[in-house]
């Protein structure tokens, strides 16, 4: 069956320092791939995400590029800030499966000032 | 146009109560989903729902849990004579259709303590 494997965490970081959190994926076929974000207290809300092999989502200085050929959707933001502060979930979907999420297990990140 | 709206945000229960935890999923969604998050872990899957009908309940205990999703009405996922175990946030997602191109929804979750 598909699954998602993310980096564990917390990751604890300054602000403006570099952030990677790294994902991988098991699927059959061509998995769509999201990223999102959860802040204390409330739900999912999307991040980015990519349909095919080289897409690259971005959104609010985030950036994820899906490679195939390593099956990863990297999360990466050059200079984080503290609002950055939350638990981020690498997800993929497919129609074969019914469309539903598959998570990975979220990786706790806390910036510094 | 609002969100998807959960409710009760927080729910108390006593072992051997029932929860009704309530979806309204967003205007124009028909496609409804449940998900699980269990403290420190990621969410997991329960069951998906399209009016009147459930299309995928893999995700969900064989006993004690059940959803649905009226023609008229929110969705309602129940858990009867809840026990420790079933402690989690529960959240809902919607969407319009059923193809990877369409997004989900989250709703901002309820809360689960049972006691």
């Known amino acids: 069956g598909n699954s998602v494997t993310q980096m564990e965490g917390p990751v604890t970081l300054s602000e403006e320092a570099f952030l990677t959190i790294n994902c991988t994926y098991t699927?059959?076929?061509?998995?769509?791939l999201f990223w999102y974000v959860q802040y204390p207290g409330e739900g999912l809300q999307l991040l980015l995400k990519?349909?095919?092999?080289?897409d690259k989502g971005s959104n609010k200085g985030f950036e994820a590029t899906y490679r195939k050929e390593t099956t990863s959707f990297h999360l990466e933001k050059g200079s984080v800030q503290v609002s950055d502060s939350a638990v981020y979930f690498c997800?993929?979907?497919?129609?074969?499966?019914?469309?539903?999420?598959?998570f990975g297990g979220g990786t706790r990140v806390l910036v510094k000032p | 146009n609002a969100g998807v709206m959960q409710n009760p945000r927080h729910l108390v229960r006593r072992r051997g109560q029932e929860a009704r935890l309530r979806c309204s999923p967003m205007k124009g969604h028909s496609h409804v989903y449940w998900y699980r998050q269990l403290p420190e872990e990621g969410l997991k899957f329960m069951v998906y729902l399209q009016k009147e009908n459930i299309i995928d309940e893999s995700g969900m205990p064989k006993e004690r849990f059940s959803a649905e999703f009226p023609k008229e009405g929110p969705s309602i996922l129940r858990i009867q004579q809840v026990v420790r175990g079933d402690s989690a946030a529960y959240f809902c997602?919607?969407?319009?259709?059923?193809?990877?191109?369409?997004?989900?929804?989250f709703g901002s979750g309820t809360r689960l303590t049972v006691v």
């Open positions: 997602a919607s969407s319009p259709g059923r193809g990877t191109n369409y997004g989900y929804t």
């Open positions: 699927a059959t076929g061509y998995p769509s």
């Open positions: 990519a349909t095919k092999a080289d």
């Open positions: 997800a993929l979907s497919q129609e074969a499966a019914g469309n539903k999420l598959t």
